[in-house]
């Protein structure tokens, strides 16, 4: 098993950027495909990004695309999302999620991902 433990949300104006940082503890952080989901109030919770174990590959959803940014240091067992250009519409509490799965074409569900942290509140003004 792994324990996800994000930080790094808070409150921004539009335009503005955050660095979301996900600790994770237990075996094998290597060996996980690891996501990020965010869900707003009243919405149904969506799909972020994934990066591969190896951070060989990555995955955006359309909405993020050329403003948020996935990475990960499987030395420091964390995985990390830039977030450039915030917009109102960001708003969310995004969590991170891990799998444990050779590869993360297709991994863009949230049943897909058994492990879960708590989440972390960012917020956009406008």
């Known amino acids: 098993q792994v324990q996800l433990v994000e930080s790094g949300g808070g409150l921004v104006q539009a335009g503005g950027s955050l660095r979301l940082s996900c600790a994770a503890s237990?075996?094998?952080?290597?060996?996980?495909?690891m996501g990020w989901f965010r869900q707003a109030p009243g919405k149904e919770r969506e799909f972020v990004a994934a990066?591969?174990?190896?951070?060989?590959?990555?995955n955006y959803a359309d909405s993020v695309k050329g403003r948020f940014t996935i990475s990960r240091d499987n030395a420091k067992n964390t995985v990390y999302l830039q977030l450039n250009n915030l917009q109102p519409e960001d708003t969310a509490v995004y969590y991170c999620?891990?799998?444990?799965?050779?590869?993360?074409?297709?991994?863009?569900?949230?049943?897909?991902?058994?492990?879960w942290g708590q989440g972390t509140q960012v917020t956009v003004s406008s």
């Open positions: 990066i591969s174990r190896s951070s060989g590959s990555t």
């Open positions: 237990g075996r094998s952080f290597s060996s996980y495909v």
């Open positions: 999620a891990a799998a444990q799965r050779r590869s993360v074409v297709g991994l863009t569900e949230s049943y897909q991902y058994p492990y």
